[in-house]
C-alpha cells in the first residue's frame, strides 16, 4: 500500500499511468516468484524453517536498502508529498 501510494503521489501527471503499469507487472511477478520460492523452501527445509529464513532475510534486505539508500528513511508523512514536475 505504501509503495502504491508513493508511487501515485511522487509520479508527475503525465507519466503516472505508464509508470503504474510498469510497477504493477514488477509487483504480480514478484508475487509469483515469492511464492515458488516459498514452496521450494518449504520442501526442502520444512515450512518452520522456511519461515525462520525468510524472516531472516526479510531482515538483512530492509537493512541493506536503508543503509543502500538512506533518502528512503528521510520521507516525509505521504500526506505532504507532491509530484515533481
Known amino acids: 500500500m505504501v509503495r502504491q501510494s508513493l508511487v ?14 510498469v510497477n504493477q ?3 504480480g511477478s514478484s508475487n509469483e516468484i515469492g511464492a515458488l520460492r516459498a514452496g521450494l523452501m518449504s520442501a526442502l527445509i520444512g515450512p518452520v524453517g522456511a519461515v ?5 532475510g526479510t531482515i538483512m534486505v530492509t ?4 543503509c ?5 528513511r528521510r520521507l516525509p508523512a505521504l500526506h505532504t508529498l ?4
Do not use: M
Open 8 to 21: 501515485q503521489l511522487l509520479t508527475p501527471d503525465e507519466l503516472r499511468g505508464r509508470v503504474t503499469a
Open 25 to 27: 507487472i514488477f509487483i
Open 52 to 56: 525462520v529464513w525468510r524472516g531472516i
Open 63 to 66: 537493512a541493506a536498502v536503508a
Open 68 to 72: 543502500a539508500v538512506p533518502a528512503l
Open 82 to 85: 507532491k509530484a515533481e514536475g
